[in-house]
């Protein structure tokens, strides 16, 4: 029941007057008031009775759920010995979406509680905007029969996404407890996380739960989710990557079925406050786009950096360059495009503009606080799915008629903080220079550029605003969502009006910026297919193992006095592909031929020296493995050798921070199972036979060399995130030398076995 006496306290600094617990605007300033509400992890709360006030100001509206009547005020932030059972949230914050990010505690209280309690932000709750009908989203089972075959699908998608980043952090067995895993609308989110026991859950255990959604599965996918389970269970699929890959086929079946519109519609505006306009967007502001007629969409939005002569001319360069970049990306029809590809190629385009910023700093000799940058957001409708790229601070946002999600997470201090587990997000934005950005686009070279390319699955209207922070500040997205933006999935505005709106909001309640906006609508009609899907299980793949670990940054602020924010260089070293996929492959084959023919030629010279030379000190080659199982990650074994096609980060502990060229050869010296998973993971020794450049300078996450950069230990995950592939039985073996030279030599070859393809 309410409690008559709870009032909601205006968040606004200069006002903080009392508000009843129903309205949406402060009474005496029209300031919105946030209704923030929070789970309390645990049973902590079991003592608390509905409408009691907790700590002068938590409302207790259930047995887990409580509304902070005081959102103005900073919560109160777990003790630091309490910050070890927290890091799997803080680690997780790039998972938000689904993960639940922690709020502050509610401290011990005498007589009471004797532990202080974890509270959870955004809780899944179905809310009719009166406090006491709020009430938990309903799990995953439950509302498994009421689906459309797509959302059934989609469901399952996300938690297969989830499993290895949860398994990294040892919180996996979260996706195994029917109760933690609610639904609202299309997302799945979690209420809270449980810490693994000894043993890692497995993906057959993960196949016996889903097991259970087999009998109420929507007919034309009943005999796919039996296949995927059946599976699981059977190790037939051993990693996330293979999971995910049949999901993705499924989908792409399903999503034939859909028929899609979409509109976008941008606008840019200079603002009260600011002489020029250094902001930019694509389609030009004020336009309107459909798809169809148009054959693709797109939608950009960049907040430059560096003044006049240098912010906007980063941003309409980065505008200029990333429209043409995606453009041959989306040429390729959409039945043809391979997602992980396509992400890989998005960064690769971002890569491209950074580089082109960054050469015309150069060229103009601008240095430190001189130098022009630009945030980019970038939205890219394909299908059924939406790919959602960004650096810096500009935003995307996901609005269903469910909620308003951010989907991206800002490049600043503050956001590395939580990523590293060092504090609670809300505490972190209190500190000084939390806002200053860590990466932007032209600041330094590609190399040290971490682009963020998303992929969410669509089945229901939706709307993305991509914006700068002339709007996003200051909660403004959060607050008027529901008045602005909701709208457009009611049929009652559209997305040129809700711009409008938008952009006035931006300048009358924050006005200090420039301010830039992008609205996609996304509608979608979706007809149950009638004939059944088939699921297809890969043998092997590439994979595009998603990296949870903390980037490390430098300290150091690049002050600019005449720019809005503060940049810190990243220096993580990242080899990137400069050129769109298309052109990459021709390139491969005929390199890939003209290295074996080279190699083919040198043999012959070396076989004609060795039998001409008296008495030469010979290594004794060992004999193929005749097994008739295909080489590949694995089954490996000692005696292999693996060969890098993308660089590897290595950390020898001795804060010589190295990595392996691509085109490295490595012999596998050992190979030990993990003792504390079950899941078949396992870690092998590798000896390096030969490496093309000088191991380059870089940070490095989980990789283990000693001091003489000879004896190195990877995980099998390892292994397959940076996409190295074992050399077949029938190639002669790189690391055995055939003559007297010391100097290892490496045959130029690009031969590679079918079920590990890079």
């Avoid at 491209?352 to 430190?368: L, T, W, Y």
């Avoid at 509608?523 to 590439?542: F, G, R």
């Avoid at 004794?620 to 980060?649: C, E, Y």
Wanted: aromatic letters at 6%.
């Amino acid at each position: 029941m309410e409690n008559d006496a709870a009032t909601l306290y205006c968040p606004n600094d200069l006002c903080q007057s009392p508000n009843p617990l129903s309205h949406k605007f402060c009474l005496r300033c029209s300031t919105p008031l946030p209704k923030r509400y929070l789970w309390a992890e645990g049973e902590g709360l079991s003592v608390a009775a509905p409408g009691e006030i907790l700590a002068d100001r938590y409302l207790v509206i259930d047995r887990s759920i409580v509304l902070d009547i005081r959102p103005g005020l900073v919560p109160q932030s777990p003790e630091l010995e309490s910050l070890s059972t927290i890091k799997p949230y803080l680690r997780l914050i790039p998972y938000r979406l689904h993960v639940p990010q922690v709020y502050g505690v509610i401290p011990p209280i005498d007589g009471r509680f004797h532990q202080e309690i974890l509270l959870l932000e955004k809780p899944p709750l179905l809310n009719d905007g009166t406090v006491p009908q709020v009430q938990l989203c309903p799990d995953l089972i439950t509302a498994w029969r009421d689906a459309s075959s797509m959302r059934q699908l989609h469901w399952l998608w996300q938690l297969a996404n989830l499993w290895q980043p949860l398994l990294s952090e040892g919180v996996a067995v979260s996706l195994l407890e029917s109760d933690l895993i609610r639904v609202e609308g299309p997302l799945v989110r979690l209420l809270e996380l449980h810490s693994d026991s000894t043993a890692a859950p497995t993906l057959p255990q993960l196949g016996e739960f889903w097991g259970q959604l087999h009998k109420d599965a929507k007919p034309a996918i009943a005999e796919f989710i039996h296949k995927i389970t059946s599976s699981l269970i059977q190790a037939e699929i051993n990693s996330s990557e293979q999971l995910i890959a049949v999901l993705d086929q499924g989908l792409a079946q399903l999503g034939r079925s859909q028929t899609l519109t979409i509109k976008i519609f941008t606008k840019t505006d200079t603002g009260p406050s600011r002489q020029r306009n250094e902001d930019a967007c694509y389609p030009p502001s004020g336009t309107l786009v459909s798809k169809p007629p148009q054959a693709t969409a797109l939608a950009i939005v960049c907040d430059g950096i560096g003044g006049h002569e240098g912010g906007n001319v980063a941003s309409n360069l980065a505008i200029e360059t990333i429209q043409q970049q995606v453009q041959q990306l989306t040429k390729v029809p959409a039945d043809h495009i391979d997602p992980s590809l396509l992400l890989s190629d998005l960064e690769s385009a971002v890569a491209i503009v950074n580089d082109k910023i960054s050469q015309r700093n150069d060229s103009e000799n601008r240095q430190g606080r001189q130098r022009m940058g630009t945030t980019l957001v970038m939205a890219l409708p394909i299908a059924h799915e939406m790919y959602i790229t960004h650096v810096g601070d500009s935003r995307a946002y996901w609005i269903t008629r469910h909620g308003c999600y951010q989907v991206t997470l800002d490049d600043d201090v503050a956001s590395r903080e939580v990523r590293l587990g060092y504090a609670v997000y809300r505490e972190a934005v209190q500190q000084s220079g939390s806002g200053s950005l860590v990466q932007a686009l032209g600041m330094s070279p590609s190399t040290s550029l971490h682009p963020t390319s998303q992929r969410f699955i669509l089945d229901e209207d939706a709307v993305f605003l991509l914006t700068s922070d002339g709007l996003s500040d200051f909660d403004r997205v959060e607050d008027y969502w529901e008045t602005e933006i909701l709208p457009i999935l009611k049929a009652e505005t559209d997305v040129a009006n809700a711009a409008e709106k938008l952009v006035e909001i931006a300048n009358t309640k924050n006005g200090h910026d420039n301010v830039t906006i992008a609205l996609v609508h996304y509608q979608v009609k979706y007809i149950e297919p009638e004939s059944s899907l088939t699921a297809v299980i890969p043998e092997s793949l590439p994979t595009q193992a998603t990296d949870t670990s903390p980037r490390t940054t430098q300290q150091t602020l690049l002050t600019n006095s005449n720019a809005k924010t503060q940049v810190i260089p990243e220096n993580k070293q990242r080899p990137r592909a400069q050129l769109p996929l298309q052109f990459i492959v021709p390139l491969l084959i005929v390199a890939a031929a003209a290295g074996i023919g080279y190699w083919f030629k040198e043999q012959q010279s070396q076989v004609a020296t060795v039998q001409n030379t008296p008495s030469p000190t010979t290594t004794v080659q060992p004999t193929p493995d005749k097994s008739p199982i295909k080489r590949s990650l694995n089954n490996i074994d000692i005696g292999w050798v693996i060969k890098t096609t993308v660089a590897i980060p290595l950390d020898n502990k001795l804060n010589n921070k190295e990595s392996l060229s691509p085109g490295t050869f490595l012999e596998v010296t050992n190979k030990q199972s993990n003792s504390e998973s079950d899941s078949g993971s396992f870690s092998v020794n590798l000896k390096l036979c030969s490496q093309k450049n000088t191991p380059t300078q870089s940070k490095a996450n989980n990789a283990d060399v000693s001091k003489s950069s000879q004896e190195i230990i990877l995980s099998d995950a390892q292994l397959k995130k940076y996409k190295v592939f074992v050399l077949p039985a029938n190639q002669p073996n790189p690391c055995v030398s055939t003559t007297p030279d010391p100097v290892t030599q490496t045959p130029a070859t690009s031969t590679q076995p079918e079920d590990n393809q890079p």
